[in-house]
């Protein structure tokens, strides 16, 4: 589902913050991510007893059908061989309106596996998760450790923002938050999530009011990674002004997705992200669901 309105009305309301961000946009230059993340990669193993974290992120995963359990048998793989705890489900966890009644089906079973393990799941909300009760009841449900429509946590050095971007939501009230907790966050990593896109190769694009609300919002408070789906591909940008972001919708189906000047990598796969993070950088990898990691790609603490 496409936004509605999205001029974003609410802009105009928004007084000093909304004045804030337009007056702190700054076009800049698209930084280069990974030209020679391979290389890196070689020269530069993961030694492990250095990392501080490591997660997964999926989206639009919801269904309870044939695609959603491939990508959870890859997660569960993954995790046998490279242990984590976290997982960052991005939107659309209940397809096709929000029924919580059907989170045995579309949630406990595709991944019984990894939370028999303890495995935790943090929610945003999609799209299709508002048509029922606007989603509260998502909010509510303890599987998915949801705080709120919009929300913190953190993990040894990194702190997570989860975001509603819907319509609907409480913007205002929301960017008015987001940018007081980035302000005083002194994570060495920043780490934003939602539902919807910023830059996008797929069906639905980039959103030009994200973009303008975003982008600079990102810049000035140091967030490096936004995590996103609605769009349902993969999709890894170059560091665009201090942030990379990445699409990870292929969990459960998909939707062709073409490329931009700024995308490093995409893929039209059932997929799920997986992130090691250390001091210095997140080595972020796609994998799909022939358990094969078909995109490896290096996020730095700071781009030049």
Known sequence: MKLKRRQFLFLSGLGAIG????ASISRGTIGQNSQQISKVIAANPSTK???LLRFVSVADTGTGARGQYAVARAMANYHSKNPYNLVILAGDNIYTNGEIEKIN??????YAPLLKQGVKFQAALGNHDIRTANGDLQVKYAGFNMQGHYYTFSRN????FALDTNSNADWISQLNWLEKELSRSNATWKIVFGHHPIYAS???GSNPDFIQIFTPLFQKYGVQLYING???????TRVINGT??????GGAGTRSVGKNEWTEYSAERLSFAAYEV???????SGIDTANRIFDQGIIPLKSA
């Open 278 to 284: 250390f001091a210095d950088r997140i080595e972020v």
């Open 244 to 249: 990379t972001y990445l699409i990870c919708g």
């Open 49 to 51: 007893k250095d990392l």
């Open 230 to 236: 609605h769009e349902h591909h993969y999709e890894r």
């Open 105 to 110: 089906a579309v949630f406990e079973r595709p």
């Open 19 to 22: 004045a804030g961000f337009l």
């Open 202 to 204: 797929g069906v639905y």
């Open 157 to 160: 050095k990194i702190q997570f």
